[in-house]
């Protein structure tokens, strides 16, 4: 029996992930490259739909292509690609707004919150389009698991609808993918502000862990995380936002149950709980982040594996297309 396809993406448009990228999804990927065949996309393209730097594009997809490689991605294992070097994403991409309903792609909350903060005037139709350029990703290679966070949920239903649409009309061309979306860790909340998720893209990064910040810095964020009432160390999402955050980041990256680490902070305070949880992000991260700066010295090594990863994820995109376009009646 041939191995299940995997594919999931990530957008380069932070010098560095964070941590709620890499517990919500990047951990899971390293995770399935094993028994499955799986695709994982740098989605250049999707940056374009953000404020469009090209020096910082550019700097931004390779420091991607290293942290990947740095986290356990092996481009040996899986086929680790940038987007635009895959012409089809854009071919399918096309299709899927044809098929697409203007109502349903006006539902998306991800476009609903970008295109608020932006000012109806200044969001762009890119930002519009966006969700069906992702389920162009997901489809092309037909895959049957989509590993992400909580907030990508709708964009998965929406790929699923499309490709149900798509093959009720035209006959059998796409698998209908699930997402696989973790219990613990699909979202991950700001440490100043635990009731918004950690974002890339939030006004002030001091609640956000990045896998490339300095240990110093890492550990000032987390002594100086907003502090709920109280002073147990207990998992209440509701009462206490901030210590239940934490304690998931702890648990998530130790492996100790969340049960475990309650018990070893009874009767201990906020206060010796950050510390050990700043240990436990710092140590964790600080061989990922010395491998990836490592990797950022070689920028033609890193760019021949992308490439080789592009020629592969090509071979299976063509003959999805092909598929595609010869059940739409497009002449071949
Ligand atoms: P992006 O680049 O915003 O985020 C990459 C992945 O990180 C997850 N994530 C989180 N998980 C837990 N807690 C958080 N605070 C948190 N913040 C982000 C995201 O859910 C995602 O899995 N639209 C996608 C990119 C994309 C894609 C695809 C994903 C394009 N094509 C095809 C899957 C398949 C996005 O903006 O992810």
């Not at 901030?242 to 902070?265: A, K, P, V």
Request: glycine residues 8%; contains cysteine; charged residues 25%.
């Amino acid at each position: 029996m041939t191995s299940k396809r995997v594919l999931s993406g990530i957008q380069p448009t932070s010098n560095s992930f964070h941590l709620g990228n890499y517990l919500g999804a990047l951990k899971q990927w390293v995770e399935l490259q094993e028994g499955h065949d799986a695709f994982y996309c740098i989605v250049d393209l999707h940056a374009l739909t953000g404020e469009i730097e090209p020096k910082l594009l550019r700097e931004r997809t390779l420091a991607s292509a290293a942290q990947l490689i740095a986290i356990g991605i092996s481009p040996e294992k899986s086929t680790l690609f940038v987007q635009s070097h895959v012409p089809q994403h854009n071919q399918l991409g096309w299709v899927m707004e044809c098929i697409a309903g203007f109502g349903e792609a006006s539902r998306m909350v991800q476009f609903k919150d970008k295109s608020s903060k932006a000012g109806a005037d200044s969001a762009r139709v890119g930002l519009f389009t966006y969700p069906m350029l992702q389920a162009a990703d997901i489809l092309l290679y037909q895959a049957h698991f989509v590993p992400v966070g909580e907030d990508q949920r709708q964009h998965i239903e929406l790929t699923r609808d499309l490709a149900t649409r798509f093959n009720t009309k035209f006959g059998e061309t796409f698998r209908v993918p699930e997402g696989r979306i973790l219990k613990a860790g699909a979202k991950i909340y700001d440490l100043q502000d635990p009731t918004s998720k950690m974002s890339k893209s939030s006004e002030s990064n001091t609640g956000v862990l990045e896998i490339m910040d300095a240990p110093e810095v890492n550990i000032k964020k987390i002594k100086s995380a907003a502090t709920d009432a109280g002073r147990e160390v207990i998992f209440d999402e509701k009462e206490k936002p901030g210590i239940s955050n934490l304690l998931t980041i702890h648990s998530s990256l130790s492996g100790r149950s969340i049960t475990e680490i309650e018990n070893e902070f009874a009767g201990k305070g906020y206060g010796d709980f950050k510390a050990e949880v700043a240990e436990v992000v710092v140590e964790y991260l600080r061989p990922i982040r010395d491998h990836a700066l490592e990797l950022l010295k070689d920028e033609a090594h890193l760019l021949t594996l992308l490439h080789r990863g592009g020629e592969k994820a090509q071979k299976t995109a063509a003959s999805t297309l092909d598929m595609t376009y010869k059940n739409l009646g497009l002449v071949q």
